[in-house]
T-cell receptor
Framework: EAQVTQNPRYLITVTGKKLTVTCSQN?????MSWYRQDPGLGLRQIYY???????DKGDVPEGYKVSRKEKRNFPLILESPSPNQTSLYFCASSFVAAKPYEQYFGPGTRLTVT | AQSVTQPDIHITVSEGASLELRCNYS??????LFWYVQSPGQGLQLLLK??????LVQGIKGFEAEFKRSQSSFNLRKPSVHWSDAAEYFCAVGAYNTDKLIFGTGTRLQVFP
């Protein structure tokens, strides 16, 4: 089954404790992206990647890091999480050839930083 | 700059009633438009998309949307709502040959039996 998977689905952590949210897709998509969803703000893009070793900032990149060492994986790293990063995070992927991208979304990761 | 406005934060309808969710966009050229649905605890699922051609597009789950260039709108409609349609709905716009989708803030749909 074609899908985007994220782990963990739920995470509660404390300020400053480094964490990684994994994202993996099995559709051979070149493009992958991370969004955060906050009430009243919709989805905002954090980072995206056009292919392996190619990443770029989205609209709200501060406090986040990403890497793209393999085509299927695109982890989101919070080096020192803060309470304002409490949010619902979505990973998405698509084919680069299909501009603008018809994106496939993962189930989401709900992060709480205390 | 591109933007998407969904004027209705929350809509409540009775099961069997018709539905229209509003979406207005701001973009200088012909936009590429999407509607996504997010069911509780789920990721976003693509309902339908408009790239070109017929301005009335059909999607999954009985939804349709109409692109109206003169009104900069792409409203989502369904003639008869089912209880399972209760979810949050997002309109999104993408510009040709760019990497980005711009999402609206979403409309939460509640369906009463």
């Amino acid at each position: 089954e074609a899908q985007v998977t994220q782990n963990p689905r739920y995470l509660i952590t404390v300020t400053g404790k480094k964490l990684t949210v994994t994202c993996s897709q099995n559709m051979n998509h070149e493009y992958m992206s991370w969004y955060r969803q906050d009430p009243g703000l919709g989805l905002r893009q954090i980072y995206y990647s056009m292919n392996v070793e190619v990443t770029d900032k989205g609209d709200v990149p501060e406090g986040y890091k990403v890497s793209r060492k393999e085509k299927r994986n695109f982890p989101l790293i919070l080096e020192s999480p803060s309470p304002n990063q409490t949010s619902l995070y979505f990973c998405a992927s698509s084919f680069v050839a299909a501009k603008p991208y018809e994106q496939y979304f993962g189930p989401g990761t709900r992060l709480t930083v205390t | 700059a591109q933007s998407v406005t969904q004027p209705d934060i929350h809509i409540t309808v009775s099961e069997g009633a018709s539905l229209e969710l509003r979406c207005n966009y701001s973009y200088g050229a012909t936009p590429y438009l999407f509607w996504y649905v997010q069911s509780p605890g789920q990721g976003l699922q693509l309902l339908l998309k408009y790239f070109s051609g017929d301005t009335l597009v059909q999607g999954i789950k009985g939804f349709e949307a109409e692109f109206k260039r003169s009104q900069s709108s792409f409203n989502l409609r369904k003639p008869s709502v089912h209880w399972s349609d209760a979810a949050e709905y997002f309109c999104a716009v993408g510009a040709y040959n760019t990497d980005k989708l711009i999402f609206g803030t979403g409309t939460r749909l509640q369906v009463f039996p």
